[in-house]
């Protein structure tokens, strides 16, 4: 039998987590079941079962991918000489990334992100990669405020790991605000941000 190369594996893989992701954003984890995940994909139970152990694997790779995302629109695995060189990358980024829950292809990763918080109070897979999606961030803008303070840019007083989650938070309540309201106004909601840090660093 010829060898199957490794970017076919690879490509196969991501076909079963577009087809896994569809399935979960549109009945939920719950409701759907490996056969639901077979039909959409055109590949046997059998064959999705060879790449994933069950439904919470693939929230784990679903979830990896986001978040793996989201670091590129952030810059965050840029190398820079400081922290005061990785700003303009992680800030320019920031209303950029928000922005991006608008689009329509983002719709959906949003909802399927809000039940991964969810599937996270449940499974300690999945709320362990669903905390890496905070936690990687939070440290890379908590040392930027860190640095800022340092420089007499920012106001010393501010806790930088209290704000660094602020600006998880504001992340996520869009994600949650844009997964209910199809007519959220992210533009305005996006122009406010930009307001308060613009605020923030006087």
């Known amino acids: 039998m010829p060898k199957v190369s490794e970017e076919h594996l690879r490509a196969r893989r991501a076909q079963i987590l ?5 399935c979960f954003a549109r009945a939920g984890f719950h409701r759907t079941t490996i056969q639901d995940i ?9 064959l999705i079962y060879r ?16 978040h793996d995302q989201q670091a590129r629109r952030l810059h965050l695995d840029e190398p820079a000489g400081n922290p005061a060189d990785a700003f303009p990358g992680v800030a320019g980024g920031y209303p950029e990334l928000l922005r991006s829950l608008a689009d329509a292809d983002e719709r959906q990763r949003v909802q399927l992100g809000v039940q991964i918080w969810a599937e996270a109070l449940r499974a ?7 905390r890496e999606g905070v936690d990687r961030p939070r440290a890379v803008v908590g040392d930027l405020v860190r640095a800022a303070q340092e420089r007499g840019e920012l106001d010393a007083a501010w806790p930088a790991d209290g704000l660094a989650r602020v600006f998880v938070a504001i992340y996520q309540g869009l994600a949650l605000q844009t997964a209910w309201d199809p007519e959220l106004d ?5 122009a406010a941000v930009e307001r308060l840090i613009g605020a923030l660093a006087r």
Request: charged fraction near 20%; hydrophobic fraction near 50%.
């Open 51 to 66: 790449y994933f152990a069950d439904k919470d694997d693939m929230v784990v790779a679903i979830a990896d991918q986001w």
């Open 124 to 130: 300690p897979r999945v709320h362990a990669v669903a």
């Open 38 to 46: 077979a039909a959409e994909s055109g590949f046997s139970a059998g």
């Open 18 to 22: 577009d087809a896994a992701a569809r």
């Open 186 to 190: 992210n533009s305005g909601y996006v």
